[in-house]
């Protein structure tokens, strides 16, 4: 179910990148059923939205999804589905797979495709493990992935040139069919997809979402360039990508990088800046590895691509708990809109939403609805441009850029609720940056920007809360300076009930990683100055392990040098020695030389050397 209108968003780019109709439903639906969608006149379920906004160059998991009951099932067998296929379990995946088919019958072809894709996912794993690689099954997934290819891509030859809009089963089945063409020894013909694919992202993804796949498949690529002694087009897609996944913070195949940059240099001559790469390499690689380990992680580039990151609401509990936390009645809610009877059954998902009423629910339950909603919940399609830049600046520290998007943000999103919330938290946290306002005042922004949608109550009475990601944003924004101020104590009151809040949805929490690892990140960073450590410690080795599973590191080093600064105020006690705290600090040394700015580099080099007597070049 879509209640945020996507045609709006579909329309807006469809526009702007000359998407033809066609393109945009082929092998998915109807153009008349795209056509109702841009105007508004219907909905569509989650897989549909996601690989419409897909093809559209959209990362859907920027997208708010609010289920209803039937749908929030499917998503529950899907997610159970594939963490069986990742962990091998052949049983369990054939009993999921025959639920899943009968919560699917007579939906989206999209459906079956996906669960094609998932199989050939499974029997790629099972012949990588298996030390006789078995021919016949390579041919076997060689036609299943051309058979689930057709299934939407009939008119294209996958072996041809990428379409020009593809939507994420699609790519990924592109992307298995390749690795099983390498698999056979067909070396020429895969570096010529690979070097398609990555044409294609770069010049229709997003870069968030170029980031999921962009680094794998530029691996790969290297290899083969490698292998072809084509040393200038390796020189130039490793810094491609190496920069892709610095500005989006991303891990992906970082460590087979680093072991293939350091093969690749022992091959040139020697110079100062070849020996200083290859040395802070080696040190990035034994981090990778050791934390790898320290936390029982074995990355799997599959399933991150396909769990995605997006905000998942399940409509029935979303209305029922907000409704009572806002201290309204059922009858209340209801006036105006249908019968309390109704509203009821609404709330108990017994019956669904009619399209016409989800509106003014939303709005009296000061969530964004009837428009298009993106990850910043900033209400029109034409804001989607200035919200991303917004977020790019500030994600790079270039404050000075972003600050004066505001002003035509204001303009553009108009005096809508969720609109006029985002921009002045996001305003604020820029202008703290900028040093333009005190920590007191940012404080007072974030906290009256938290009060346009959360009622104001202390927290100990919103246990029941289903917070957005901009209410959540608010409240990591809050922990910024706090201790300053003397709002240390409320703030990790907030945190932890936002911490609670994350913990306890219906749906894998890896669809809300950024803010459940930023609270994370903040109630260690606050309690770490008032003195409780182990707590701290805690909160730092669950954000740590969230990171490594997910491939995301915009607070990966931050948490592995506060756990080493945590230890180490814990020696004198004797819970910790300071060779417990070395190899965590060590790691934090090697990441900064990927992902930290050069003042953050300078402090813990200094640190290491402090500590330790020994130099990190």
């Not at 105007?39 to 897989?47: D, F, L, P, T």
């Not at 997934?141 to 379409?163: F, H, Q, S, V």
């Not at 029922?320 to 309390?340: D, S, V, Y």
């Amino acid at each position: 179910m879509d209640i945020n209108q996507i045609g709006l968003l579909l329309a807006y780019q469809r526009t702007k990148r000359n998407i033809s109709v066609a393109e945009l439903c082929e092998g998915i639906c109807s153009r008349g059923f795209i056509e109702h969608v841009e105007n508004g006149e219907r909905g569509c379920e989650k897989i549909v939205a996601e690989t419409l906004l897909q093809r559209a160059g959209f990362a859907s998991d920027q997208m708010l999804y609010f289920l209803e009951k039937e749908e929030a099932e499917r998503l529950t067998v899907k997610e159970k589905l594939l963490t069986a296929v990742f962990e091998m379990k052949i049983d369990e995946v054939e009993t999921l797979t025959k639920e899943y088919q009968k919560l699917t019958h007579k939906k989206s072809i999209l459906h079956s495709q996906f669960l094609m894709l998932l199989h050939c996912i499974l029997r790629w794993k099972l012949y990588q493990e298996r030390e006789e690689k078995v021919k016949e099954t390579l041919d076997y997934l060689e036609k299943d992935l051309r058979y689930a290819w057709e299934m939407t891509r009939a008119k294209y030859d996958i072996k041809g040139k990428c379409p020009r809009v593809l939507g994420t089963y699609e790519w990924l089945i592109r992307l298995l069919f390749y690795q099983v063409q390498g698999a056979k020894g067909k070396k020429e013909e895969v570096l010529l997809a690979y070097e398609d694919m990555l044409q294609y992202m770069e010049e229709t993804m997003e870069s968030a979402e170029r980031a999921k796949f962009y680094p794998m498949v530029a691996y790969h690529a290297l290899l083969l360039y490698e292998q072809a002694g084509r040393e200038e087009e390796q020189e130039s897609l490793y810094q491609k990508c190496l920069d892709l996944m610095k500005n989006e913070a991303v891990s992906s195949f970082l460590l087979e990088l680093c072991v293939y940059r350091q093969r690749y240099l022992v091959t040139k001559e020697k110079t100062a800046d070849r020996t200083e790469e290859t040395g802070y390499l080696k040190d990035l690689e034994e981090a990778l590895r050791w934390l790898y380990t320290t936390y029982d992680i074995k990355p799997d580039w599959f399933g991150n691509m396909l769990f995605g990151r997006e905000e998942v609401y399940y409509l029935p509990e979303t209305i029922r708990k907000r409704r009572r936390c806002l201290g309204m009645t059922q009858e209340e809610l209801a006036e105006g809109i249908c019968e309390p009877v109704t509203m009821s059954r609404i709330e108990t998902g017994t019956s669904s939403c009619k399209r016409g009423r989800v509106g003014v629910l939303m709005d009296r339950l000061h969530l964004p609805g009837g428009a298009a909603v993106f990850s910043v919940q900033a209400g029109q399609a034409d804001t989607y441009g200035i919200v991303s830049e917004i977020r790019r600046l500030s994600a790079l520290a270039r404050y000075e850029e972003a600050e004066p998007l505001f002003a035509k943000l204001k303009e553009t999103a108009g005096d809508e609720r969720c609109a006029a919330q985002f921009i002045l938290h996001k305003e604020a946290t820029i202008q703290r940056n900028l040093k333009q306002i005190d920590d007191m005042t940012h404080w007072n922004r974030q906290k009256e920007a938290l009060h346009f949608t959360v009622p104001e109550k202390e927290p100990g009475e919103l246990k029941d809360w289903v917070f957005t990601r901009t209410e959540a944003m608010i409240i990591i924004g809050m922990s910024h300076g706090c201790k300053q101020i003397g709002k240390a104590k409320e703030t990790i009151a907030w945190l932890q009930l936002l911490k609670a809040y994350y913990e306890q949805q219906q749906f894998c929490v890896s669809h809300y990683v950024r803010g459940y690892e930023l609270a994370l990140t903040n109630l260690a960073n606050l309690l770490d100055q008032t003195q409780e450590y182990e707590m701290a410690i805690a909160y730092e080795d669950a954000s740590i392990k969230l990171a490594l599973e997910l491939d995301i590191t915009n607070v990966l080093c931050l948490n592995v040098y506060g756990k080493s600064w945590n230890m180490e105020q814990l020696w004198e006690s004797g819970a910790y020695t300071k060779e417990d705290s070395r190899p965590y600090l060590k790691a934090a040394v090697a990441l900064s030389r990927i992902y930290e700015k050069p003042s953050a580099r300078a402090f813990l080099k200094d640190k290491w050397e402090r500590l330790y007597g020994m130099s990190t070049d």
